[in-house]
């Protein structure tokens, strides 16, 4: 008997495949449908197909065109034209980010990705900064005019982010690497500012020191990772969503208490 209930358990657990096959068969179909609805131009939709796969990290996985011409379609840009104007932009700024680190071989220091905030474009420290420095490096300056040209004509706040291994640093103009960060952002947003013509009220600096890892600090390779500056195009806040009015009144709190007079009538 227990032989058999082992047999049956192992029959139903393999029944979750026919329920994923007919989703994924639901899916295809779905976008089947959705492509022949569309009027798209081909040739824009593989490149812009292409450049999103590099900016944002999704390679393969593409689903094969409907008509017989086995042309490699992805159904993500067939909406591209209906997404907010916003959304747009922020995409457009990952492809050219990806068209720029392909084209300068740079595919290995420059990555770009969505966050709940923005877009972020993460360069290594070793593109930017000579190691120990806030300076930046000849080359730095070429890769940051590039982010620039792709920035100038939003008008999205930006907040240049740095971030240091667990190393301590050996530098006295630096005594932690709280000072190293802050002082590698500020450079960067002098940079944008002063030399790449971007409005310094849209920048802002933040320096994290060691502490917002993105892998433990435990080899070569991981501090090499965590050791980044990270350009991060921000969401726009509606004004009315900057004020919400102050939770202490000033004039309340600096308003003298009349003491009551004896008797208990004022």
């Given at each position: 008997?227990?032989?058999?209930?082992?047999?049956?358990?192992?029959?139903?657990?393999?029944?979750?495949?026919?329920?994923?096959?007919?989703?994924?068969?639901?899916?295809?179909?779905?976008?089947?449908?959705?492509?022949?609805?569309?009027?798209?131009?081909?040739?824009?939709?593989?490149?812009?197909?292409?450049?999103?796969?590099?900016?944002?990290?999704?390679g393969?996985?593409?689903?094969?065109g409907?008509?017989?011409?086995?042309?490699?379609?992805s159904?993500?840009?067939?909406?591209?034209?209906?997404?907010?104007?916003?959304?747009?932009?922020?995409m457009?700024?990952g492809?050219?980010m990806?068209?720029?680190?392909?084209?300068?071989?740079?595919?290995?220091?420059?990555?770009?990705?969505?966050?709940?905030?923005?877009?972020?474009?993460?360069?290594?420290?070793?593109?930017?900064?000579?190691?120990?420095?806030?300076?930046?490096?000849?080359?730095?300056k070429?890769t940051?005019?590039?982010?620039?040209?792709?920035?100038?004509?939003l008008?999205?706040?930006?907040?240049?982010?740095?971030?240091?291994?667990?190393?301590?640093?050996?530098?006295?103009?630096?005594?932690?690497?709280?000072?190293?960060?802050?002082a590698?952002?500020?450079?960067?947003?002098?940079?944008?500012?002063?030399?790449?013509?971007?409005?310094?009220?849209?920048?802002?600096?933040?320096?994290?020191?060691?502490y917002?890892?993105?892998?433990?600090?435990?080899?070569?390779?991981?501090?090499?990772?965590?050791?980044?500056?990270?350009?991060?195009?921000?969401?726009?806040?509606?004004?009315?969503?900057?004020?919400?009015?102050?939770?202490?009144?000033?004039?309340?709190?600096?308003?003298p208490?009349?003491?009551?007079?004896k008797?208990?009538?004022?």
């Amino acid at each position: 008997m227990a032989r058999k209930k082992a047999v049956e358990g192992k029959e139903n657990s393999e029944r979750w495949l026919l329920t994923y096959s007919d989703m994924i068969t639901l899916l295809l179909v779905f976008f089947i449908v959705l492509y022949s609805m569309a009027n798209i131009d081909k040739k824009k939709f593989e490149t812009v197909a292409q450049s999103m796969s590099r900016a944002f990290g999704q390679g393969g996985g593409m689903i094969k065109g409907i008509g017989g011409n086995g042309s490699a379609l992805s159904p993500a840009p067939i909406f591209f034209a209906d997404l907010p104007r916003e959304q747009q932009d922020f995409m457009s700024v990952g492809a050219s980010m990806a068209e720029f680190a392909d084209k300068a071989g740079l595919t290995g220091d420059i990555s770009v990705n969505m966050t709940y905030e923005g877009v972020v474009i993460s360069l290594s420290d070793s593109l930017i900064f000579e190691p120990g420095l806030a300076q930046l490096s000849p080359r730095a300056k070429t890769t940051l005019q590039t982010v620039a040209d792709v920035l100038k004509d939003l008008d999205n706040p930006i907040r240049v982010e740095a971030h240091t291994d667990n190393v301590p640093t050996n530098n006295p103009a630096y005594p932690t690497n709280w000072e190293l960060s802050v002082a590698r952002a500020v450079a960067i947003v002098r940079f944008l500012s002063e030399d790449c013509g971007i409005a310094p009220e849209r920048l802002s600096a933040a320096g994290y020191g060691e502490y917002r890892p993105l892998v433990p600090n435990d080899t070569r390779e991981h501090r090499a990772i965590n050791r980044r500056a990270e350009i991060v195009v921000l969401y726009p806040v509606e004004k009315e969503q900057m004020s919400l009015g102050p939770l202490i009144n000033p004039q309340s709190s600096l308003t003298p208490v009349a003491e009551p007079t004896k008797g208990g009538v004022n």
